[in-house]
């Protein structure tokens, strides 16, 4: 990550999206749920994170990582989004310790975790989920065929409690994690996997 370039998005108060993944590629759907993110939470700006590898997936990228950085830097040309590769920076594949990292760095920030329904399914099997929760706000965009099961998921039931209103997504950057929100929205179809199995055929 370019901190010299970051340190004016992480002022007191300012509320940042963080979005990961292996954007292999970057498409029109990564674009829509950021989108949505940065109008229903009312954010300053949103992360993509883009990682070396994923730990879950047994398949490495078919692009390496610096083409997907240039193809994600392409495609968002929303100047509120912001393309890093700090994982890959700090050496590890985890989310948590990207987390603690980024607070640790940048205490004032309110840091808002992104993520598709059908990710919010696979929680359980991150490292540390538990504490991911516990770390700050996690705002779970609705996939198509994936939202119904995201509200009915493991980690939906866990945090049953701590779930909030959608009507009040803006509030969940300044909410005390954990705390979750499930945002319905028009349902975006892109898929990484459909785009890269269509350019084998």
Known sequence: ???????????????IGLLGGSFD????????????ALKSLNLDSVWWLVTPQNPLKTH????????????ARALARNPRLR?????????????IDIIRHLQARYPLTRFVWLMGADNFIELPHWKHWTEIMSALPV????????HLSAGLSK??????FYRR?????????????????????RLHPASSTHIRAARIR
């Open 60 to 71: 490495h990228p078919s692009a390496s990582l610096g083409e997907r950085l240039q193809n």
């Open 25 to 36: 590629p970057a498409h029109e759907g990564h674009l829509h749920i950021s989108e949505v």
């Open 1 to 15: 990550m370019n901190y010299s370039i970051q340190e004016k998005y992480t002022g007191e108060g300012t509320r």
């Open 83 to 95: 393309i890093t590769d700090v994982e890959n920076r700090l050496g590890t594949h985890h989310t």
């Open 139 to 146: 705002a779970v965009i609705a996939r198509p065929r994936y």
């Open 165 to 185: 209103n959608p009507e009040q997504a803006v509030l969940l950057p300044t909410a005390r994690p954990p705390a979750w929100t499930l945002i319905l929205n």
């Open 155 to 160: 980690a939906a039931c866990r945090y049953h």
